[in-house]
């Protein structure tokens, strides 16, 4: 796949960054007094993870994980590797989960189940999207943003093999044939 494969915006910068203020709105009615703990999951969630903190105006912490499920494909394994796991204390705290996207949602499942057997006091999920239609485990998906069709999207943090992440909206990517 090359920068020659055809993009087109499903979401733009303007479309993200209001679903972004809404997502903050309701994280901050349930967040405010509890100094919650908002936990990235990386790489993809990270630009997300910066706009939706700056949203934020109330005392927090903010940690980073990393997992990968993809390797250089479209489509997950179904095997979640750890790259860089909770090293931090989440005990009796409250716990926000920051996804770029919900696919299969089995990273978000690996993770919430990690941190309920750490005893975190709540964990919640904040998903900038969700594909819906890939979904192979339940997942509550508390703060849920963009529905993404059964397609391969880029940027906005999301990628293919590293590329397109730093585009500015999310695209639908079709390889040329």
Known sequence: MTFTDKLSVLYSRDEIASKIKLLAQ?????????NPILI??????????ADLVRELDFPLEVEFVRFSSYGK??????KIEVIQGVTFEVEN???LIID?????????KFLKDILIEKKAASVKVCALSSKPSQH????????????????????YGLDF?????????????EENK
Do not use: A, E
């Open 100 to 108: 770029d996207i919900v696919d299969s949602g089995l990273t978000c």
């Open 161 to 173: 093999n590293q590329k397109f992440r730093n585009l500015p909206d999310i695209c639908l990517l």
């Open 93 to 95: 705290r409250h716990v």
């Open 26 to 34: 309701d994280i901050k009615r349930d967040y405010r007094d509890k």
């Open 40 to 49: 990235s999951i990386l790489k993809g969630s990270f630009i997300f993870m």
């Open 73 to 78: 494909g479209k489509k997950s394994s179904g």
């Open 136 to 155: 192979t485990v339940p997942v509550d998906i508390d703060y849920s943003g963009l529905i993404v069709p059964d397609k391969f999207v880029v940027g």
